[in-house]
């Protein structure tokens, strides 16, 4: 496998900016080409349930918690369950006090959300097409989904040299997987934020295909490794 020095960025605006800032803090030459692209949906709100009727919230990302606060100021007195420390903290920017991080994916934030007793909905506002299904892991409870954003394609070119590829999400490994051609993989290392993530990878002839021990972003700049230095 080549040393790792380039390394392209396939994540949406602006974590993507965000990522490349640690890369170069880290040595590498970042590749800023997003797979996908946030669409806020600007008429969710219209099937947004009654707010009154909400006792906290659940977000599984920074982006829900953007595209939602950008809708309305409400609920900020609400506790907010959020799947990671990137949305809790993201929460709490956009104005909500009680913002508790699951540290985790989709299956911890079910069980922080199970852990504290709540009498009331709880408003899931998220990605038009989810990446898990938080309602079906807690069929105990009243949990509403609430498209806030749309993740679309992009069709970017791939850049014209890179050593690694990170992939933030299954959405984005599927868009690559389908823009990919054969060669594309080949003396490369590919970096998954998760193992749903590397699974649209498995018919591409990447050297290595790594997986984060955790889906947050330190845990995937951890399993890229060190950089090979300047070229």
């Known amino acids: 496998m080549r040393p790792i020095r380039r390394v392209w960025i396939t994540r949406a605006q602006p974590g993507a900016a965000r990522t490349a800032a640690q890369l ?61 420390d990137a949305t809790a903290a993201a929460a709490r920017e956009a104005g909500f006090a009680d913002a508790r991080s699951a540290a985790g994916d989709i299956h911890a934030l079910a069980r922080l959300i199970a852990a504290r007793p709540l009498d009331g909905l709880i408003l899931a506002p998220g990605a038009r097409e989810p990446a898990g299904d938080l309602p079906a892991l807690l069929p105990d409870h009243d949990i509403r989904r609430l498209p806030v954003y749309a993740a679309e394609e992009t069709g970017v070119a791939a850049p014209a040299d890179f050593d690694a590829i990170l992939l933030h999400s299954p959405r984005a490994a599927r868009a690559f997987a389908r823009i990919a051609k054969p060669e594309i993989a080949a003396n490369r290392l ?42």
């Open 24 to 84: 170069t803090a880290l040595g590498f030459q970042p590749l800023v080409a997003p797979l996908l692209a946030i669409r806020p949906l600007s008429e969710a709100l219209k099937a947004a349930p009654d707010f009154a009727a909400v006792a906290a919230l659940a977000f599984t990302s920074p982006n829900g918690v953007a595209a939602f606060a950008a809708l309305t100021p409400a609920l900020r007195d609400r506790p907010v369950f959020a799947v990671g």
């Open 190 to 231: 590919a970096v998954c934020i998760s193992a749903a993530a590397a699974a649209p990878l498995a018919a591409l002839s990447f050297t290595e295909i790594r997986t984060a021990d955790a889906p947050d972003e330190t845990s995937i700049l951890t399993a890229l490794g060190k950089s090979a230095g300047p070229v």
